[in-house]
């Protein structure tokens, strides 16, 4: 009967010293740290200073004339001029298949759709709730309706107007699947 209560009593003592050490003093000190070096890192952070460089800088600009891995640099700038070029030089890759109209679907309702609404017609969420201002551009004007998908995939590219660019969030085959959704879907099923 001893060794019972003595084990019963041992383990009892340890539990009441692991949840006791395992217990959140406050709420910057949790405790201890099995593994210190993997919860305070030795390399530097983005932006401290870095005793190793000339200039103290952490954060390196790439290399000059460096491109991201599958990026392409687009040769078309942000101008009226270079939309013009884009939409007559510029021609889908992509064959017209249900699959990627129903990808295109999906990355409009992603990258669009808050701005240009569901039926594309400029009454996005973003607009009629008011937190945007200016009412984004209608997919369904006679100036869209008559522009080429080249044009759709310039304007995601490099932006136009008050649009910002979204090459740099969405791969290029996406947005020939969106401008392709816009032109065949959406833009088809529009009453004119």
């Avoid at 409009?108 to 594309?120: M, P, Q, S, T, V």
């Amino acid at each position: 009967m001893t060794k019972k209560r003595i084990n019963r009593a041992t383990i009892a003592a340890l539990c009441i010293m692991v949840m006791t050490v395992s217990c959140d003093r406050s709420r910057n000190d949790k405790g201890f740290e099995y593994f210190p070096d993997m919860a305070h890192s030795l390399a530097y952070e983005t932006y401290a200073p870095n005793p190793n460089f000339g200039d103290s800088m952490t954060m390196r600009l790439p290399a000059e004339n460096t491109i991201s891995r599958e990026i392409m640099p687009y040769p078309y700038p942000n101008t009226p001029e270079g939309r013009a070029l884009a939409a007559v030089e510029l021609s889908n890759p992509l064959e017209l298949t249900e699959d990627h109209l129903k990808a295109g679907k999906e990355k409009y309702a992603i990258f669009c759709r808050n701005c240009h609404g569901a039926l594309g017609d400029g009454n996005g969420y973003l607009h009629t709730s008011g937190r945007y201002a200016i009412k984004p551009a209608s997919l369904l004007s006679d100036k869209m309706l008559a522009a080429p998908e080249s044009d759709i995939f310039h304007v995601i590219t490099a932006g136009y107007q008050v649009m910002g660019a979204h090459g740099h969030m969405i791969r290029p085959e996406d947005r020939w699947k969106i401008a392709m959704f816009v032109k065949n879907e959406l833009q088809a099923n529009t009453v004119k």
